[in-house]
């Protein structure tokens, strides 16, 4: 490239942000592409926040939360860094022209600022999943409508986007599951599980939330229906397959009988890698395979007695963007529960079951999810009686 490649990170200082930070470190060293940072944001951690924006030397920090402003001054006092506070300045750094915003704040609470870059003609590496799932019709409309590109970063995304070609000819896709901690735990073993060993991924370095989303399989629920949204394909042409080694990440099938699969080692800099220079390649310091030495690759099918997550997904997707809705938010409230010790590891499934039951069999029907204030509205009611049955069903819960 002639001139540097502009980026904002949103989500600067989570696991994808770090690893972001480090594919830019890298290629900015080895001189395979020159990254800019123009704009971090973060939620709470103004000392990690304050470390990048002087380390990258970028041009503006945020933190959304205001009662960090002091310490985020104090800590760049002397740079040239802009620092600004709160959620309206999180959407507006994600709002300046940038070639590429990596969208990678955790939950739901990352859909405002991933449509505002949308709307600010940024084009978007997609790394928050929930505002996918909660938002991934009004950001890919968005998108259509300022010729905007959205690239997807989670490795099972990324993988397909690099196997489909022009998509013509293509049967399904299949994204893989590592299967998380409890792959052969059984039920019993299940229902005791603290939060510890929820969040111990064999095989990825991720947050709390998403590793305890791995062990569930509410991950690969959430990713089963973004790989829907993303690639615009029936819930028929979609298909999940736990592969312990995550060694393949996702697969194309063609009508010809041919599958094409995307491999590489367990480590997220290669998708970030991807999405943030496509359409070319930067190096990254990624292990690199050494398939003698891995000797085989093993998979199975998805147990759905003890991974209900799946078959909440397919249900959910069938009955569009506000089921999904309702989908994702009971999950962050059941996994919040879990976390703090309000209710066992299988009643996370449990509790979203129920709530999808409540919305199908109920008056929030209604909501079409098209705009960001009836994502908002679905967003509160869904959490509300998400509680509410956390409150008043315990006594019948799965855990």
């Known amino acids: ?60 920090a945020v933190i959304a939360d205001e009662t960090k402003i002091d310490e ?5 006092a002397g740079t040239n860094v802009t ?16 070639d590429r915003l990596l969208a990678a704040i955790v939950g739901s609470a990352g ?6 870059a949308v709307r600010a003609g940024n084009d978007v590496a997609i790394a928050n999943k929930e505002s996918v799932v909660c938002g991934g019709k009004l950001i890919l409309r968005e998108a259509a409508r300022r010729g905007v590109k959205v690239l997807p970063v989670d490795s099972e995304h990324s993988a397909i986007f690099q196997c489909i070609g022009d998509g013509r000819s293509l049967e399904k896709m299949t994204i ?16 005791s599980a603290s939060p510890q060993q929820a969040a111990a991924h064999p095989n990825w370095s991720m947050g709390v939330k998403n590793s305890i989303d791995s062990a569930t399989l509410m991950n690969k629920a959430l990713e089963f229906i973004e790989a829907g949204f993303l690639f615009d394909v029936g819930e028929d042409q979609l298909d999940v397959l736990v592969h312990p080694q995550s060694i ?11 599958v094409i699969a995307q491999l590489g080692a367990p480590d997220m800099k290669t998708p970030i890698s991807y999405a943030l220079a496509w359409p070319d390649r930067t190096a990254t310091n990624v292990d690199r395979l050494d398939l003698a030495k891995l000797g085989s690759l093993d998979f199975e099918s998805v147990d759905e007695d003890r991974f209900p997550a799946i ?33 066992g590891f299988l009643d996370i499934s449990w509790l979203v079951e129920q709530a999808l039951s409540r919305y199908l069999e109920g008056s929030m029907q209604g909501i079409a999810c098209e705009t960001l204030e009836e994502i908002a509205f679905l967003d509160r009611m869904t959490r509300e009686m998400t509680r509410e049955i956390l409150g008043s069903d315990l006594r019948r819960m799965g855990g």
């Open 176 to 191: 893989t599951a590592s299967g998380g901690p409890f792959r052969k735990a059984s039920l019993e073993e299940m229902r």
């Open 111 to 116: 859909l405002e600022s991933t449509i505002a």
């Open 83 to 98: 620092v600004d506070a709160g959620l309206s300045a999180v959407v507006e750094a994600a709002s300046r022209p940038v």
């Open 248 to 258: 393949i990440h996702g697969m194309a099938h063609f009508s010809d009988g041919s």
């Open 311 to 343: 078959r909440l997904a397919r249900c959910a997707y069938q009955h569009g963007a506000a089921a999904t809705t309702v989908l994702n938010c009971a999950n962050e409230v059941a996994v919040s529960a879990f976390i703090a010790g309000q209710c």
């Open 1 to 60: 490239m002639t001139r540097p490649h502009n980026i904002s990170i949103m989500g600067a200082t989570g696991s994808i942000g770090k690893s972001a930070l480090d594919v830019v470190r890298h290629a900015n060293a080895c001189g395979d592409q020159k990254f800019k940072i123009v704009a971090l944001a973060a939620g709470s951690d103004a000392e990690g926040l304050a470390a990048q924006a002087r380390e990258f030397d970028a041009d503006v």
């Open 72 to 76: 985020l001054r104090s800590r760049l």
